[in-house]
């Protein structure tokens, strides 16, 4: 089943007075790559989200917001000792000034003086055991997301596949007829030059010349190729596992091909068709970047 790497998910609860909201956001990326924002009291069980992330999650850029409110442990603390010294220095070097006050909003910023309280284990472990089932479930509202993104995807990748088929399908049978055609024009023309000429030509080397061109021009194994790709695309569009690389290397593989066809076909009509068909590679090249 095609996945979206875009997708939206979050969850949130309220308990013991305390609100938590976890928010998932996922973007394009050909590999897994997690930025995550936890308040300071929660950053110690980094590795144990990014583990249950990466559980149901095999590539994107993951964006991982946790906020907790009204929580009594996450308050500073003051260091009142700390805070009292300073105001002793700065009455004794504002002594006699009446211009200068002291403003202890500031004071709050300077180092030592709001610390942060140590936090109890038990009630951090109970926390995130809510904080885990959060997770869950916003993960389950982004891969639901990721799912709906995914069918219109897939519907799009068809598409082009089709298209790719059926301009194989014109191709298939015109190929031949370019070294008949070929053949046709070859013969006419050396008939022309012996006309005026008394030498002759052997049917052999004629029949040589056309030969060395049909091998020249022989495409058959190139459309094969690229049928049997395309057959591989759609098998993996339907695989339950993650296929955004595997997609990114046959839609590569399949340029190839057409590359290929456009060189040595030697045929306008051709050409025309490998046009429209390397048109509908580019498509899905850039589709198959935004699948998991």
């Not at 609860?13 to 924002?37: A, C, H, P, Q, W």
């Not at 695989?239 to 091909?257: D, H, I, N, T």
């Not at 030697?266 to 090249?285: M, P, S, T, W």
Request: aromatic share 4%; hydrophobic share 40%; net charge negative.
């Amino acid at each position: 089943m095609i996945l979206s790497m875009t997708g939206f998910g979050e969850a949130r609860k309220e308990e013991d007075g305390v609100t938590y909201r976890v928010e998932i956001r996922s973007l394009n990326n050909r590999y897994f790559k997690l930025s995550m924002k936890l308040p300071e009291q929660f950053q110690r069980y980094e590795s144990q989200i990014d583990k249950q992330l990466r559980s149901r999650l095999d590539r994107g850029t993951l964006n991982f917001l946790l906020r907790v409110a009204g929580d009594a442990q996450a308050a500073v603390e003051i260091n009142k000792a700390a805070l009292a010294q300073y105001l002793d220095h700065l009455r004794d070097v504002a002594k006699g000034d009446s211009v200068t006050r002291i403003d202890l909003a500031s004071l709050l910023m300077i180092p030592g003086v709001c610390q942060t309280p140590d936090f109890d284990e038990a009630t951090l472990d109970t926390q995130f055991e809510i904080i885990h089932g959060l997770t869950a479930e916003a993960l389950d509202g982004l891969i639901e997301m990721r799912r709906t993104e995914g069918k219109a995807l897939l519907e799009d990748l068809q598409v082009q596949c089709v298209e790719i088929a059926s301009r194989l399908d014109e191709i298939t049978p015109r190929a031949p007829r370019v070294i008949d055609e070929y053949a046709t024009r070859l013969r006419a023309r050396v008939q022309q030059l012996l006309a005026t000429s008394s030498v002759e030509l052997e049917q052999d080397t004629l029949a040589r010349e056309v030969a060395v061109f049909a091998e020249r021009c022989d495409v058959n194994e190139e459309i094969a190729r690229t049928r049997s790709h395309l057959g591989q695309f759609a098998e993996l569009c339907d695989a339950p596992e993650s296929v955004g690389r595997k997609l990114e290397f046959l839609a590569q593989e399949l340029l190839r091909e057409a590359n290929t066809i456009g060189s040595k076909a030697n045929d306008a009509e051709i050409a025309r068709h490998v046009v429209e068909i390397k048109a509908a590679i580019d498509r899905l090249k850039e589709q198959v970047q935004n699948v998991e």
